[in-house]
T-cell receptor, first 115, second 115 residues
Framework: DVKVTQSSRYLVKRTGEKVFLECVQDMDHENMFWYRQDPGLGLRLIYFSYDVKMKEKGDIPEGYSVSREKKERFSLILESASTNQTSMYLC??????????????FGSGTRLTVV | AQTVTQSQPEMSVQEAETVTLSCTYDTSESDYYLFWYKQPPSRQMILVIRQEAYKQQNATENRFSVNFQKAAKSFSLKISDSQLGDAAMYFCAYKVPSGTYKYIFGTGTRLKVLA
C-alpha cells in the first residue's frame, strides 16, 4: 500500500524551539509539498520541492525552511517556533510533469502546538 | 489570480439522502484540472473525484458525481445515498496542467451525516 508517512501525529513544543517535521513517501514521487491547515483558511502552501535539493517558496514561507536531501524525504523546519505556528501540518507528494495532475497523496498530518 | 471558493462552511444531510457541495473557481486558463478531496476525522486526505476541464462529461465515482459547469466556473460535488462514513471535511482543488506544481484549495465544507 503506497503511502506518505509523517513522523509525528501530535507535537507540543515551546516558543523559540527549533522544530523538525519529517515526511517520507514510498511512491518515487518527484514532487513533495508542505501545507498548513487552519480552520476557515483551508490549506495554504508553505514550501514545495520538485527534485532533490530543489525547493520553492509557497504562499506562506515566512518562519519556515525545508530540506530535501533524498527523493523520498522532505523535512519542514521551524527555525524558532512561535505560538502563531500552532496548526495542522500536512505533507503531500505527487508525480512530476503531466502526471502531477493525477492528484496528491497526503500524509495523516501533524498537529503542532507551540506553548 | 486563481482562486477556489467554497461558500458553505458546513452542511448536514440525512442518511440515505443526497447532498450537493458547491465550489466555484476563478481562472483565465482554458485547460485545467479540478478535484474533490475528503478529509475524515482520521485526518488523511483522500482523493474523491477528478475532472479534466477539456472533458464535457461529468466525472462519476460510485455514489459521488460532479456537476461541472465550465462557463460558470462551477464544480459541485453530489453525494447520493449518503452514509455515516461520508461525514468529513471536503475540499475542492484546482490545478493548471503545467507551469506550476501546486494545487489551489478552497476553505472546505464540513459535512455532517445524520442517522
Amino acid at each position: 500500500d503506497v503511502k506518505v508517512t509523517q513522523s509525528s501525529r501530535y507535537l507540543v513544543k515551546r516558543t523559540g524551539e527549533k522544530v523538525f517535521l519529517e515526511c517520507v513517501q514510498d511512491m518515487d514521487h518527484e514532487n513533495m509539498f508542505w501545507y498548513r491547515q487552519d480552520p476557515g483558511l483551508g490549506l495554504r502552501l508553505i514550501y514545495f520541492s520538485y527534485d532533490v535539493k530543489m525547493k520553492e517558496k509557497g504562499d506562506i514561507p515566512e518562519g519556515y525552511s525545508v530540506s530535501r536531501e533524498k527523493k523520498e524525504r522532505f523535512s519542514l523546519i521551524l527555525e524558532s517556533a512561535s505560538t502563531n505556528q500552532t496548526s495542522m501540518y500536512l505533507c503531500a507528494s505527487s508525480f512530476g510533469g503531466e502526471q502531477g495532475a493525477r492528484g496528491y497523496t497526503f500524509g495523516s498530518g501533524t498537529r503542532l502546538t507551540v506553548v | 489570480a486563481q482562486t477556489v471558493t467554497q461558500s458553505q462552511p458546513e452542511m448536514s444531510v440525512q442518511e440515505a439522502e443526497t447532498v450537493t457541495l458547491s465550489c466555484t473557481y476563478d481562472t483565465s486558463e482554458s485547460d485545467y484540472y479540478l478535484f474533490w478531496y475528503k478529509q475524515p476525522p482520521s485526518r488523511q486526505m483522500i482523493l474523491v473525484i477528478r475532472q479534466e476541464a477539456y472533458k464535457q462529461q461529468n466525472a462519476t465515482e460510485n455514489r459521488f458525481s460532479v456537476n461541472f459547469q465550465k462557463a460558470a466556473k462551477s464544480f459541485s460535488l453530489k453525494i447520493s445515498d449518503s452514509q455515516l462514513g461520508d461525514a468529513a471535511m471536503y475540499f475542492c482543488a484546482y490545478k493548471v496542467p503545467s507551469g506550476t506544481y501546486k494545487y489551489i484549495f478552497g476553505t472546505g465544507t464540513r459535512l455532517k451525516v445524520l442517522a
